[in-house]
């Protein structure tokens, strides 16, 4: 790559995810997209992460249909998702079949890069996604979860990055999901990166912290090819770092990146608007725009902070926000250091709420949680806290191979069980990751005459720890 520094904006995707709980419409997208893919980013983020599920369980979208439109409205610019590997956009591993086909599908569908990232770094739960991304002709951007911890350190991730590399990486991404990475650590993991590895590196953070902006102008002093940045409507507290002031900070410098501030502020202006509309709706809540240096102690990421809030309000507990904030790195520490990420985040995060709602820790266990000890989910970085192990999965036997190998081939299964309500190839894999939210949102596609108008929300009540069980699932979406 020149020397020029590249962008990844995050306004269609990440930004609205970290601060709105991924609550932004297509319609909101598509008037911005031509002067979006007039900018000259090297890739716009749009589609992947929690957009999938929440396309389908709050906004009535499909999410195929919402990549395709967004195809067509940005031909000149890559497209970007996030899949969590052998999770797909899913909470649970899928069999090797159903990712390589919803590899396929994306990349017809228009997806061009595909960053490709596991919760604990096991590289295990990658190679599928790895090599199907280069078997249909996608550009395979392979992603380090980024953590601090015992174990996590400056040659852990390099070490990580060289054999990403090896497995047919394209570019290597530092996925900073909790703005951990400080400016000067940053740094020198770049310039060793950069070193060593032989590819571009692609720098992931937010501003949970306050830090962002430093992390990425050192990042680019240190050589890191592409960042990622929100236009600034979507911009900062735990979102990413604002396109703008990036650019301006680089203008006539020898990393310039030769975008236009004017074209950037025509697109901001749009955003100014639905920003406004997602406060007005009461998605984008005030919190998630402040700087928390805590953050740095519990390691929480953006999108796990709003959705720990909205855990707490559906059970009438904000006011035990820090408390939780507090049990979360003690559960993380019980549970082996894993990166808080999709679906580490939630696990870790809804047994954090639950200790503290019912009075006593590990009372009641998530079946997510006993599966992650379990090692359902890969190989945990560390040794896990074994009296929590026992009191969650008694004698079960841990699982220490891939857990895929473990999985019979599936999507004739999920064909299958969709019936008549599969239409599309795209179908087939819409219902095989969400089957408890896909059957009512197909059913209401195929023929809208069909939807009921639901009854009117109950009244809140007071905080019942039992009623926690059910957020994980009502609310996991949001990460």
């Known amino acids: 790559m020149a020397n020029k520094l590249y962008i990844t904006d995050t306004i269609l995707r990440d930004a609205h995810q970290s601060q709105a709980a991924t609550r932004m419409r297509v319609e909101d997208m598509l008037p911005a997209c031509k002067v979006l893919d007039e900018i000259g980013y090297w890739s716009l983020e749009c589609w992947g992460g929690a957009t999938f599920d929440s396309c389908m369980r709050f906004l009535n979208e ?57 919760a604990l770094n096991d590289t295990r739960n990658l190679k599928q996604a790895i090599e199907s991304t280069k078997k249909y002709g996608g550009i395979c951007e392979a992603a380090m979860s980024y953590t601090v911890s015992p174990v996590h350190d400056e040659d852990y991730f390099v070490d990580l990055a060289c054999r990403l590399a090896e497995m047919g990486a394209d570019t290597i991404c530092i996925k900073d999901m909790a703005n951990l990475l400080l400016p000067f650590s940053a740094a020198s993991l770049i310039k060793k990166l950069k070193a060593k590895v032989g590819l571009p590196i692609h720098l992931h953070t937010h501003n949970t912290t306050g830090t962002g902006d430093m992390v990425n102008l050192l990042a680019c002093g240190a050589g890191v090819d592409i960042v990622d940045c ?56 005030p919190k998630v725009l402040r700087v928390d240096t805590n953050t740095l102690l519990y390691q929480v990421p953006g999108g796990m902070l709003s959705n720990l809030i909205s855990q707490l309000k559906q059970a009438n507990a904000e006011d035990r926000y820090y408390e939780v904030l507090e049990e979360v790195p003690r559960v993380r520490k019980d549970f082996g250091y894993p990166p808080l990420v999709t679906p580490t985040s939630q696990i870790v995060g809804t047994q954090a709420v639950l200790n503290v709602l019912s009075g006593e820790r590990y009372k009641m266990v998530t079946k997510e949680s006993k599966g992650l000890l379990r090692g359902e989910y890969g190989a945990l970085p560390a040794p896990v806290n074994e009296e929590v192990r026992k009191k969650a999965i008694g004698d079960a036997e841990v699982i220490t191979c891939r857990p895929a190998d473990l999985l019979e081939p599936e999507l004739e299964k999920y064909r299958a069980e969709g019936g008549e309500l599969i239409k599309s190839e795209e179908d087939v894999l819409s219902y095989a990751l969400f089957p408890q939210v896909a059957p009512k949102f197909l059913a209401a596609r195929n023929d809208p005459s069909s939807v009921k108008e639901e009854a009117p929300a109950a009244e809140k009540k007071p905080a019942d720890p039992n009623a926690v069980r059910t957020l994980y699932v009502d609310c996991k979406a949001d990460f």
Not at 95 to 102: L, Q, T
Not at 243 to 257: C, H, I, K, P, Q
Request: proline share 4%.
């Open 62 to 118: 499909d999410p195929w249909e919402r990549l395709r439109l967004l195809k067509r409205a940005l031909p000149n610019t890559k497209l970007q998702m996030l899949f969590r590997g052998q999770n797909i956009l899913g909470y649970k591993h899928y069999a090797d079949d159903v990712v390589d086909e919803f590899v396929r599908l994306s990349i017809k569908n228009g997806i061009n890069v595909i960053r490709i990232f596991d």
């Open 230 to 285: 929100a236009l600034s409507p979507l911009a900062n507290g735990t979102s990413q770092p604002a396109t703008e002031s990036l650019v301006a900070t680089l203008r006539g410098t020898d990393r310039d990146t030769g975008l236009d501030l004017n074209r950037l502020s025509e697109a901001a202006a749009h955003f100014r608007c639905v920003a406004e509309k997602l406060k007005q709706q009461g998605s984008l809540d």
